[in-house]
C-alpha cells in the first residue's frame, strides 16, 4: 500500500480518450495497458509542482493512507432497517431537504433536481401542489443541505425529506459504528430522483412510505440484518459493478429477504406486492450499495495526512471531491456531461449534466472501477467487448493505492477491485474517475432517458491537492 | 453449420491433457489453440478409416444435421407446472423405478444408485424398510427403466418413481410441443440424487411431494408458466454454467416465481418454508436446467442421417451416448472417474464413478461447454483461472458444429456457447466431452463427497461411428 515509488518519475498522462484507449488495449494483448505522455497544460503545471514537493512528507501521507485503506477494508457494512428519515437522520426536521452532491441552492438547481424538490414537497404536504411548491422553494421558505452532511447518500437528485422511509447501514467494523441512510430506490424511468414528480410518482412514495418501507424494515430486524460485503463479492462473480448494474445483487438481496418478509407480512396478497416490487426492479440494490458505501467512506473522512478521497458527488450543477486530509471541505467544478446511450426518442440534447450521489460506489472501487467483472455494462458506452470493461479497471487502477481482496473479479483472475483513490494519483496522471450512471432530462418531471458513463471534473483534484498540501503547511 | 471442411485433412488430435493445454493457450494468446497431431491408437484406426468414407455421405449428413440444429436453436422450453410423476408420465406404475443413464439391472447397478433405490422403494410404500426393499429389488420385485425412455431426466442416481412430484417443461416451438419431467432438486449433502435415504431423505420428498410441488405447481400455472431460454441466457451472464454453478439462475427463479408464490400459498409460514427451500439451494435450478434440456433435444432424435449426438448420461457403471441418426439405440462404455474436489474428510477412494442424465447439460452447450462464463467453476479442477475456463469452451468448440446465438458468453465478447456435439468430430478429433458433474459416495446411503468434471469415454463414440456409418449403408 505504500507509494514510494510515485513520484520518482517525471509526469505521466494516460491517455483517457476511452475508445483509443481500449483499442490500442486490445491489440496490444489484455497485460498492455497503454500511457501516452504528454506535456500538460500551462494551467497545471503549478499543481504538478506542488505534487512534487509533496514528495518530503511521503512517510506521514503512507501512513495516513494505510489507515484510511484499513478502515475501508475492514468495515463491515451491514443493512439493518428501514425507518422514517426524519426519525434516524438528526436535524432533518420540518421544511429541510437534503439534496445530492455538493451545497446549492434553488437558483442554481438544474431541471431535474427542482423537480423533484417541488414533488417532495408536495409529498411532504408543505405546499398544495407542483406550482405552489416551486413558490416556496424559490422564496426561501425550505432549507436545503447535501445529504453528506446528515451520514446519507441519494441517487440522481437525492432529494431526502423526512417521512420518506430509508435504508439504514450499521457499519460494524471494531472502533467504527457509525450508520448511514439512503432511500429506498423506487424502479425505473418515471421517478422522483430522475426529477419526475407527478401522482404515480408520489403515489409510489406514499406505499413506499407506508407499506413497503415498514414490511422491509420489520424483514431486516427479523433477519438480524444482512451483510452486504459477502453480497457485493458474490455480485462481482456474477456480472454486477453495483452502479448501472445491480441484477445479481437486487436477485440476491430478494432471495435472503424473501422468506422473512414472508413471515414479517400480515397478508399474502401485500406480500405479492412487495416482492413483486423487488423482482421487478433490477437497480433495486443501488441504493442499499450507496448507503453501504456512505457507512464504509465515513469512518475514512477527517485522517489527517491522509490523501484518499472520501466522496464524490455530483448535484447537476457542480461535481463536488472530499479528501480525507482536508476534513469538511468540498472542492468542486462544473459537472460534466455523461458519454452513454439514450432511450429510443431522446439525445444528448434532452439530457442533464451529471448527477448523484451515487459515485460512492467508485469510491468504493465499484462501478466503474469494477467495470471487468460486468462486460454487458460497456454496452453502454462502446462495442460492448470485455477487453473495453477491462480496460476501464485498469486504467482506474492507475489512480488507486490498493486492491480490496474481500472484492474480487473472476474475469481478472480473481483480483482485488481497485480501491481506494488516491488524490496525488488523480493529480499526476490526469486520469479523471469513470463514474457509471443514469441520464435525466435536463427539465423536470420527465425521468430518466439513458445512461452512460460521466467523468470526475479533473479541476475538482487540482484545488484539492492545494489544499491537502496546504493542510501539510506546503503552500504554492 | 455444414462442415465441408471438416474431413478435408489428415486426422487431428488434440492435446486433452486440460492443465497442459490451458498454459499453451495463455502463454500464446488467447486466441490461439493448440492442436497437437499425434498418430491414431491401433484400435482406433478402423473407426477413423470408416470416418474418412462417411465423407461420401457429407451432402446428406450436413443436411441433417442443419435440420437438428434449427430444432435445438428454435426450441422454446417453459417450464409450466409440477405434478405428481405418475400422473403426468405414462407407463410410470406401481413398482416401477426409473433411473439415470443407459439401461442397468440390479445386480450391475453402483452403490449410490442402490441406496436411491431402496430408499425410493420405501417411500412408495413398496417395501417397509431398507433391507426389505435391497431384497424386493434383487428378486426382481420391481422393474428398472432409464429415464430417457420416459421423456424424464434426472440428476446422478436419477430415481424417479410415481408419487414424487416432477417439473414440467414444454417446448413451446412451432412444430414440436413436447414435453419432459425431471424431480425437484432436493438440495446439497444427504439427499437421495447421491445415495442417501435416511429418514431426514424421506422426509423431505414426502415435504416436496405434499406441499412444496404442488405450491409450485400452482404458482406455475397462475404465472402462465416461466420461459427458460431468456433465464439461461442471462445466468451465462451471471457466472453460471447451468450444470455445477446454478447460483444466478436459481435466483432468477426465485425472483420470478415469488409473487407468485405468494399468491397461490394459504398462509405466510408454509409460504416462508418454500421460499426458504429455494433461497437455501444454488442448486435449484439444476434440474429445471436438465429437464429442459431433454425437451431441446428429444426433437431431434431420430434425424436419418444427423450425426448430432441427442443425449449423453450415466448410471455410475455405464456411460451412454444416442446419436440422432441411429434412433433410439445405446452406445455405452464403462464409466470414467470425475476429477475435482472432495469435501473435507473425503478422498477418490470415497468416490463412486460419474452418474447421472445431467450431462444433458453438456449436450445442449451448456456446463463445462460453457465453462467460459464460469470460472468460478474450474476452481474445482485446477488453479481457477478464468483462462481455464476458456480453454474448456474452446477445446468443446472442436467438436460442436454450432455457436447458440441466443446463449452468449460476455467473457467471449458475446460469442454463443458451442452446442450440437457431431459425433464425427469427437471421433476424429479424439477430445472426449468434459462434463461438470457432482462426485457420490461409492456406498449407498451417504450422499456427496465432492465436485469435478468427467470425460465421455471415447469408446461410446467409436461404436456409434460404426452404427451411424451402417445406418448410411457403409460398413466396417
Not at 431541471?111 to 414533488?119: N, Y
Not at 462495442?383 to 492507475?398: E, I, K, L, P, Y
Request: overall charge neutral.
Amino acid at each position: 500500500m505504500s507509494s514510494n515509488s510515485l513520484l520518482g518519475g517525471a509526469p505521466r498522462v494516460v491517455n483517457i480518450g476511452l475508445r483509443g484507449f481500449a483499442d490500442e488495449i486490445a491489440s496490444q494483448g489484455a497485460d498492455v495497458v497503454q500511457v501516452d505522455w504528454r506535456p500538460p497544460a500551462p494551467a497545471r503545471r503549478a499543481v504538478l509542482e506542488l505534487l512534487a514537493r509533496l514528495g518530503a512528507r511521503e512517510a506521514a501521507i503512507a501512513r495516513a493512507n494505510d489507515e484510511g485503506l484499513r478502515r475501508m477494508q475492514s468495515a463491515n457494512p451491514v443493512l439493518v432497517d428501514v425507518q422514517p428519515a426524519g426519525k434516524v437522520i438528526a436535524g432533518l426536521g420540518e421544511r429541510v431537504l437534503l439534496h445530492a452532491g455538493p451545497p446549492i441552492g434553488w437558483e442554481r438547481m438544474c431541471g431535474p433536481m427542482r423537480g423533484a424538490v417541488a414533488g417532495a414537497i408536495v409529498f411532504e404536504g408543505w405546499a398544495s401542489d407542483l406550482a405552489a411548491a416551486e413558490r416556496l422553494a424559490a422564496s426561501g421558505g425550505v432549507t436545503f443541505h447535501p445529504n453528506h452532511y446528515f451520514d446519507a447518500v441519494g441517487p440522481m437528485t437525492g432529494i431526502t425529506t423526512r417521512s420518506m422511509p430509508v435504508l439504514v447501514v450499521e457499519n460494524r467494523a471494531p472502533g467504527a459504528g457509525n450508520r448511514a441512510y439512503c432511500m429506498i430506490n423506487e424502479g425505473l424511468g418515471k421517478v422522483m430522483r430522475f426529477g419526475a414528480n407527478d401522482e404515480e410518482v408520489l403515489a409510489r412514495l406514499a406505499w413506499l412510505r407506508d407499506v413497503f418501507g415498514p414490511l422491509l424494515g420489520a424483514a431486516l430486524r427479523a433477519a438480524g440484518g444482512l451483510e452486504l460485503v459477502p453480497l457485493v463479492a458474490r455480485g462481482l462473480a456474477m456480472g454486477d459493478e453495483m452502479h448501472q448494474r445491480n441484477v445479481a445483487c437486487s436477485a440476491l438481496t430478494l432471495r435472503a429477504m424473501a422468506p422473512h418478509l414472508a413471515q414479517a407480512a400480515g397478508d399474502t396478497e401485500t406480500l405479492s406486492k412487495c416482492l413483486a416490487f423487488i423482482a421487478g426492479n433490477e437497480q433495486f440494490f443501488l441504493n442499499i450499495g450507496m448507503v453501504m458505501g456512505k457507512s464504509i467512506m465515513d469512518p475514512v473522512r477527517g485522517l489527517e495526512a491522509c490523501s484518499l478521497v472520501a466522496a464524490m458527488c455530483r448535484n447537476g450543477t457542480d461535481f463536488g471531491v472530499r479528501v480525507s486530509g482536508t476534513g469538511d471541505a468540498w472542492f468542486t467544478a462544473p459537472v460534466e456531461m455523461p458519454q452513454g446511450l439514450y432511450f429510443p426518442g431522446y439525445s444528448e440534447a434532452d439530457a442533464n449534466p451529471d448527477m448523484g450521489d451515487s459515485a460512492i460506489m467508485e469510491t468504493i472501487g465499484l462501478g466503474a472501477f469494477a467495470m471487468a467483472s460486468a462486460p454487458a455494462v460497456v454496452g453502454f458506452v462502446g462495442a460492448g467487448r470485455a477487453s473495453d470493461a477491462v480496460a476501464f479497471t485498469r486504467a482506474m487502477g492507475q489512480i488507486t493505492l490498493a486492491r480490496n481482496p474481500r472484492w474480487t473479479m473472476p474475469a481478472l483472475d480473481f483480483q482485488g477491485v481497485p480501491a481506494g483513490i488516491d488524490l496525488r494519483r488523480v493529480v499526476e496522471s490526469g486520469i479523471q474517475p469513470a463514474i457509471n450512471t443514469g441520464i435525466a432530462h435536463r427539465r423536470a418531471g420527465v425521468g430518466q432517458v439513458g445512461a452512460g458513463v460521466a467523468r470526475a471534473p479533473l479541476g475538482c483534484f487540482d484545488a484539492a491537492l492545494v489544499a491537502f498540501a496546504r493542510s501539510l503547511g506546503i503552500e504554492t
